[in-house]
């Protein structure tokens, strides 16, 4: 129901928009919308390469090639009421976890330009955690397929509900952006959901000439319904289990994340860097990742190729329970909760990845790109495939090969 | 209007003219207007950054041509020095994130200088050949 009325808000304002686009006068309603149709090929076949972690299959082990890693559709309306007083309303329908393409709100907020360089906001938004965050779903804007995964899925919950400030100043020829964000979201899953409060971020992205730097650091509170109920289970094993609850338990404590990102674009070529870092004294562990991208444009055609590389630098095994100090049937239990641990545990990002790629603007707001990755799974990681086979060995490695078309419009 | 050239004289002077599309673009704002110089950088700010507000001067509004008119490919490359489909991953990355919108957009120079004439904070570029004693030329330094 929910859905059908998005769609409903969005094909209603894009109908009243084309009535009103040419006139500049306000009240004014723009229409935008961005997507991607794109087939990707793994050769991993006992298990599903998503872009999404949360998305239901992907491609491998559901079929060779699969369209529906990368394909999406945006849409995305603003409704200017005055000229410091705005309404944002943006749809994304991509494969979710129940299998459906139902679209979902990315964005959908209230702006006041309190001065030309201070605004306002409250609503859903994006967090912007990395430099490409806000936008890593409108693959036109950036110059892969997909974002790096070494960097862009260390953060399951992207969005929030909640308010931002942005203020914009100069300094010497520099021109500066400071974000700062508070709120909480809530993701959905097959078995349960995922939920973040209490999430704050502050951003700092600089413009000089053809530089541009990026600086992130925030702080999330998240709350995975399932990981709660196992560590209760936890719990019941007496000290020593409540010990290993309050290590690893997830509720109630921050997941920090820091960023710095630069990217130099001269015109006719550019090189983009990131690196980040993750840490908790959670489950989550601690994680550090950076990649970089360059690319040289010749005409239509810009090639590129980039390396990545993520490393957990938390421990990933945990000798648990001491399962010989309990009687039979808790003794098995303890076993099984402990290697439930330790596959969470090694679950984390752990992996090498290069990448090599072709975009073709062949027509203003469209473009073609294929891509290459070999990704290096390390030490015993399952680098995030989801629907494993029995047969599937965690530490491999695997190669993408894919296809997209993206536009704007 | 100019009159037209013959064929081969056209070829002639592209090529002994190849860094020029356009034959003579300007920056220009409308005679009232305060402005008189501007800075490459500044420029480029505004053509990129919406709301891009001028320190300590009046807001200037950007006013930009149709991606078909060859003006604008000129003026792109001439100036802000980007290809249009950087422009366009450029402004998919503001319009998708709520910073702003791109220029407001006009069919060819004739339709730039009717924007202008009215509006002593536009700022725009068109072909030499448009210029008239409504507007006044801008140097870019």
Redesign the interface.
Known sequence: MRRQFVWSCAISLAVYSGATMAD?SLPSV?L?G?GTLGVVHSDVTNADFVADPLASSGAGYSGEWSAEVDSRL?L?T?LAATSSLSA?V?VVSEKRFDGSFSPDIE?A?L?Y?AT??LSL?AGRM?QGSFMNS??RK?S???PWVRPPAEIYRLVPVANFDGVDLRY?Y?LG?S?NDLRLSYGGGSLEYETGDIESSNSWGVSQHT?W?DTTLFVSYGEVNVRAQELTQFFDVYRLFGPPGEALADRYEVDGKPVRILSVGVNYD??SWFVEGEWARLSSSTLLGTIESAHMTAGY?IG?WTPYAGVGRARVLSNRFEPGLPSALYPPPLSDAAVLLNGTLNGLLSSSLSQDSSTLGLRW?FR??M?LTVQYDHIDFRSGSPGGLINQQPSFQPGGDMNLFSLALDF?F | MAKRLPRWCCCLLFALLPCTGVADLLVVVSAEAELTRIQR?ELK?LYL?S???R?GRT?VTPIDQS?RSRERGEFYRRYI??????L??HW??L????RG?PP?TFADSQAVVERLVRDPNALGYIDARFLDERLKVVTVE
């Open positions: 500049t723009t935008n961005f945006g995305q603003t944002t943006q964005w907020y702006q330009d030309p360089t906001r994006v806000e936008y409108v036109f804007a950036t914009r100069y020829e021109i413009r000439g001269p015109g444009r239509q603007d203003p707001g473009a704007v | 950088q700010d950054e709301r891009t507000l320190q807001v991606e020095g980007k290809t249009p489909a950087q366009r991953a998919a990355r319009i998708f994130t709520g919108q407001q």
